[in-house]
């Protein structure tokens, strides 16, 4: 089966269905066994990272399969977190509810910005989006009644159920392990469908996707939306664990951190955002040793990653496969 | 009538380093259609070398210039061979990966070598103040401005006159039918890119000694030389050089008059409200960007 | 109904471009079930005329109407949507994704299935998805392509990444199809295969309007010709009156261009 969301196999339907269901039952024990299977660090860190999955995610619906480098993303992140925050915390809103909000009210912000920025093309596009996170971030801090400015949110609750509180590690694994996996489930859907067709048709080439009906300008804010949603969902995730978040958020250093995942794990894939949030969440906790030194290898990964694999890590796979089934053939 | 006058006399000299840096960004543009999101980074590491030269290695302000400018043009001549020009026929999304990384290398590596304290090199003029009619303003940055202009008309001059701006222009033009001529168009790449680089270098070396130098310096050089060069039209060098004087001019008396705070936000406002107007900048043509 | 009604008609259609006029108050029609054809010299304005009726150039002058409708100031999406549906003359239009997936690309207007439908796996969704997969197949082997279509599409040969972007735009369904260039570095087996490609389109009920240089694929598939040079319409007929007109030899020697 390939990785590539726009490729069907050729499988005859009852392989699939067996194995489909195998890998399904495998990943769900595997999901619900895991917290008991490692330390409190490594869960901890696996809960960032599946933060991580769905905000990757969301920058790889704008950026792999529609094609525009939008550097605003995590403003979309940081717009969802500090909706949730201020919600729960200063409108005394249940966690929960709050956290459900986050992700349509970022879509709207999206709404909002996306006709200003969607139509211009490629440079002016990139350098927009990204001052306008800059200017965001200036405004979070700046507008101190609002948002408390750099001092930020404090107290930012676990989310609960009823009487059950997401409070332990474990049980808020599970919650964003499930928010990882729908998110995943929902873009597959969708790539796999006249709407995605349409996305990629923008991504591979705008004149035509025009000429043939599709809409620029309504295509890429839908997507536009529906990944600042997820993005914003991410930030609500994020927020209600580390109960403290602050305008850095929003600044480069978290964009950069999702530009690395999408660019080294594989645009336009479905695996690759995954792959490079895992690998971006724990490899520099491997390399604590030269902590102040992770940026710059960030950077020269990046820069190397572009050069040599520019479809990134799950592009390994197939370029593998394409050479095996050669030498087999061979 | 004389604060009107000061702010207008500080909106030209800043207004002079953002064309500068402007110009750097705006040619590698026209020329690579390469976007350097390192730009601000190679401004930064124009003043920090220029402050290491100058104190650390006594060199002083006017010998750090040159050398500054010199080393950071190398850099940017490595960086442009090894990871630019195996992406010459790459998308543009290819391409500002790379930089970025670039600008995320040189920030955190910055901040490693000389540390998060801000550092200056001393007034080498010792603060001395020319009187332009009833206006003050510091020696130091009259000649930052002087150099700047000098460096402009200079750049202007080899562009329309020389061999090799006449190479330049006519890749700028059409880099295909360039190579038909018998053009080498990477060298013209390299070249364009060296001497982007080096003007930011330039003028991040010019003003070590009139603001402080931190590792983060960049970020807002980046933010204001991608506005300027936005509002002159992408690979427009002209307009690259009226945006500049023009956000410095808006900066200035937009701090005067309204606000300091929001200062930095003058640019982007600006921005958004002439692409709103005129979609390819003030001084921009369809078709002239990627 | 035996008169052929006008789909496209140009009146006065002109491009001024910083003090040059590139194409001079230039008329045509494209009368249902034609094979139209416009040629001229290198630098005539066949191009920017073509970019007039496709909708990605806005006219300095004149109007374009489609069905009597007037659709000049129409962006091109809303063109595509109404069935004019053009080809581009660069290669590798869809090029990262496989044949089968572009062509599938090119049903959009037809199809109309959202992102609800999408999420929710809808009865309309799951027709569409097996109904394009189909259509897409059936579309490839009418132009040839049916091996090719889990390939990836920017990996095919030049001839045969033409044939996509003609399959992409049949897989719309269009009205008034617009070929910009077809013929475009195709060897001869290839042009001929392109005009039997043509022929075929046009008998299963699209217009065709085609810009191009090669004449041996127009004179053999055109019903009628213009002809334009220096931004101006210098001859209008059949093609066996084309080619004796002596103002079109002129103009083609003249600008030291033969035509193949």
Redesign the interface.
């Known amino acids: 089966m390939s990785e590539h969301a ?3 196999s ?1 499988l005859p339907k009852p392989r699939i269905g067996t194995m489909k269901a195998a890998l399904v039952l495998v990943a769900a024990a595997a999901i619900l066994g895991f917290p008991f299977a490692v330390d409190n660090y490594t869960l901890h860190l696996a809960i960032l990272s599946a933060i991580a999955v769905i905000a990757a995610s969301s920058l790889n619906l704008v ?1 792999g399969y529609v ?1 525009k ?1 939008s550097l605003g993303h995590a403003a979309f992140f940081g717009i969802g977190a500090y909706t949730s925050a201020l919600l729960s915390v200063s409108a005394g809103v249940p966690s929960w509810l709050a956290m459900l909000a986050a992700a349509p009210v970022t879509a709207f912000s999206a709404l909002l910005i996306g006709p ?1 920025v969607l ?6 596009f ?3 989006t ?3 996170s ?2 965001l971030q ?2 979070i801090i ?1 507008w101190v009644d609002f948002t408390n400015g750099p001092m930020g949110i404090l107290g930012i609750a676990y989310p609960s159920i009823g009487s059950f509180e997401f409070s332990s590690k474990a049980s808020y694994f599970y919650l964003v392990a499930a928010g990882a996996v729908v998110t995943i489930w ?1 873009i597959r ?2 790539m ?7 996305f ?2 923008l991504r ?2 705008e ?10 300008l309504h295509y890429s804010l ?1 997507a536009f939306c ?1 990944a600042a949603g997820f993005a914003g969902f991410a930030g609500a995730l994020y927020a209600h664990y580390v109960s403290v978040i602050t305008p850095e958020m929003f600044g ?1 250093d978290v964009m ?1 951190g999702m ?1 690395v995942m999408v ?1 080294v794990g594989g645009k ?1 894939t479905l695996s690759g955002p995954v792959i490079g949030a895992i690998l971006v969440t724990f490899v520099p906790e491997q390399l604590r040793l030269v902590k ?5 290898i ?6 190397l990653s ?2 040599l694999m ?1 479809n990134g890590i799950a592009s390994l796979g197939p370029t593998l496969r394409g050479y095996w089934e050669r030498w087999r053939r061979s | 009538m004389d604060l009107f006058a000061q702010l207008l006399t500080n909106g030209i000299i800043i207004g002079a380093t953002y064309a500068l840096i402007a110009i750097g960004l705006t040619l590698i543009f026209g020329m690579m259609r390469v976007i350097n999101f390192a730009h601000g980074e190679f401004y930064m590491l124009g003043a920090y070398v220029a402050l290491s030269a100058a104190t650390e290695f006594n060199l002083g302000y006017f010998v750090a210039l040159p050398v500054a400018v010199v080393l950071i043009a190398v850099v940017g001549f490595v960086f442009e061979r090894v990871f630019l020009r195996p992406l010459r026929n790459a998308d543009i999304l290819s391409t500002a990966l790379v930089t970025i990384g670039l600008s995320i290398f040189f920030q955190n590596t910055a901040l490693v070598i000389w540390g998060p304290k801000p550092g200056q090199i001393v007034d080498p003029f010792g603060g001395t103040t020319v009187m332009v009619g009833d206006i003050g303003v510091t020696a130091i940055r009259l000649f930052a401005l002087a150099v700047a202009v000098a460096a402009m008309v200079a750049l202007g001059l080899l562009i329309k006159y020389t061999k090799i701006g006449r190479m330049m222009r006519a890749t700028f033009q059409d880099r295909d039918a360039a190579a038909l001529q018998g053009i080498e168009v990477d060298r013209v790449f390299s070249l364009s890119f060296v001497v982007g680089v080096a003007f930011a270098a330039l003028a991040g070396a010019l003003l070590s000694a009139v603001f402080v130098v931190s590792p983060d310096m960049g970020n807002m050089a980046n933010l204001k030389s991608f506005a300027v060069v936005i509002l002159g039209g992408l690979g427009n060098i002209p307009g690259a050089v009226a945006g500049g004087f023009l956000l410095g001019l808006a900066e200035s008396f937009g701090a005067g008059y309204i606000s300091t705070g929001y200062k930095d936000g003058i640019s982007f406002l600006l921005l958004i409200i002439v692409l709103l107007i005129r979609p390819y900048g003030l001084f921009g043509r369809e078709g002239s960007e990627a | 109904m035996t008169t052929k009604a006008d789909l496209l008609q140009v009146q006065g259609l002109t491009k001024r471009f910083d003090g040059v006029t590139a194409v001079n108050s230039v008329n045509l029609e494209v009368k249902q079930g034609e094979i139209v054809a416009l040629i001229g010299p290198n630098g005539a304005g066949k191009t920017t005329l073509f970019g007039m009726v496709t909708g990605f150039l806005k006219p300095s002058a004149g109007k374009v109407y489609f069905r009597g409708a007037d659709i000049t100031r129409m962006p091109p999406h809303r063109r595509g949507l109404l069935g004019i549906v053009c080809t581009f003359q660069k290669t590798a239009i869809f090029p990262d994704v496989t044949v089968l997936q572009a062509v599938r690309m090119g049903q959009h207007r037809k199809t109309s299935a959202g992102v609800v439908d999408a999420l929710i796996g809808s009865a309309r969704h799951q027709r569409e998805e097996s109904a394009t997969k189909a259509r897409a197949a059936e579309i490839l082997d009418f132009v040839g392509l049916g091996a090719c279509a889990d390939q990836r599409a920017g990996s095919l040969s030049y001839g045969q990444q033409r044939l996509v972007e003609l399959a992409i735009a049949l897989a719309a369904e269009p009205e008034l199809l617009l070929l910009d260039e077809p013929a475009a570095g195709l060897n001869a087996t290839e042009s001929a295969e392109l005009a039997n490609v043509i022929r075929a389109v046009r008998d299963r009920g699209t217009t065709v309007f085609l810009v191009e240089h090669d004449m041996s694929v127009i004179m053999g598939v055109c019903d009628r010709i213009y002809v334009i040079a220096f931004g101006e319409k210098i001859a209008e007929g059949r093609p066996e009156e084309i080619q004796k007109n002596e103002a079109v030899i002129e103009a083609y020697l003249g600008s030291a261009h033969v035509a193949a």
């Open positions: 726009g490729v069907q050729d950026m094609g480098l200003i139509w211009l093309r490629g440079a002016y990139i350098i927009v990204l001052s306008f800059m200017v200036l405004v700046n929902c859907r969708l796999q469908s006249r709407t995605g067709r349409a990629e048709a591979e080439n004149n035509v996707a025009m000429s043939i009906g599709v809409s620029k839908l529906i480069f950069v530009l660019a336009g102040e030194f992770r940026l710059s960030f950077g020269i990964v990046l820069m572009v050069v520019p």
